[in-house]
């Protein structure tokens, strides 16, 4: 069974500090990695999203660290802001030439304290 | 344009009966997908359409739970006999086929509370 572990299942940072979401998956079969973004009320939205042959990515404020060898993957929030606060998901999709299935981690429920 | 659409916002039932809950997904956009989400929990695949091929229902937790797409485009997830553990946010979303077209874009959910 693929499976994505995400941790930690809740985070509270502190207007201005640095959020860290890690997941980790089982085994190397995947080639996508997208980090989604929900707010109460509302589906998860895309943030940012990166391929296993980079090893970071940098959007604004929001960083995705990758690394093949230890099959593991964060999302990093700089300056975090209380508009922040939210649920982050993780996934990974399955190789597979084109189809497009997501395999979704836990999530994490991050508050952001001004 | 527009985004993915869900009807209806909320649903209460009663244990037992069927439901029918309803996806317009963006215009053009040939994939189709519905997840579930229980409180305070991750979002489990439930079944996804592509194009004309058949679909993936490897995710559907029982005979209960069916799902069609007509013409390429609305989507229609059943749950027949409610149970309480079906009470869930039902997700949609769609996407384009194809490497470098694969965010998933969602609509804001089906709550659905089984009694």
């Known amino acids: 069974q693929q499976q994505v572990k995400q941790s930690p299942q809740s985070l509270i940072v502190q207007k201005g500090g640095i959020s860290i979401i890690n997941c980790a998956y089982e085994?190397?079969?995947?080639?996508?990695f997208p980090w989604y973004q929900q707010f109460p009320g509302k589906g998860p939205a895309l943030l940012i999203a990166?391929?296993?042959?980079?090893s970071e990515k940098k959007e604004g404020r929001f960083t995705i660290s990758f690394n093949k060898s230890a099959k593991q993957f964060s999302l990093h929030i700089m300056d975090s802001q209380p508009g922040d606060s939210a649920t982050y998901f993780c996934?990974?999709?399955?190789?597979?030439?084109?189809?497009?299935?997501?395999?979704f981690g836990a999530g994490t429920r991050l508050a952001v304290h001004p | 344009g527009a985004g993915v659409s869900q009807s209806p916002s909320n649903k209460v039932t009663e244990k037992g009966k069927d439901v029918e809950l309803r996806c317009d997904p963006i215009s053009g956009h040939t994939a189709l997908y519905w997840y579930r989400q229980s409180l305070g929990q991750g979002l489990e695949f439930l079944i996804y359409?592509?194009?004309?091929?058949?679909?993936?229902k490897s995710g559907l937790p029982s005979d209960r739970f069916s799902a069609e797409r007509t013409g390429g485009s609305v989507s229609t997830l059943t749950i027949q006999r409610t149970q309480q553990e079906d009470s869930a946010v039902y997700l949609c979303?769609?996407?384009?086929?194809?490497?470098?077209?694969?965010?998933?874009?969602f609509g804001p959910g089906t709550r659905l509370l089984v009694l």
């Open positions: 085994n190397t079969a995947f080639d996508y």
């Open positions: 996934a990974a999709r399955p190789f597979s030439g084109g189809y497009n299935k997501l395999i």
């Open positions: 359409f592509q194009g004309n091929s058949a679909p993936d």
């Open positions: 990166i391929r296993p042959d980079v």
């Open positions: 979303a769609s996407s384009f086929p194809g490497p470098g077209r694969e965010t998933q874009y």
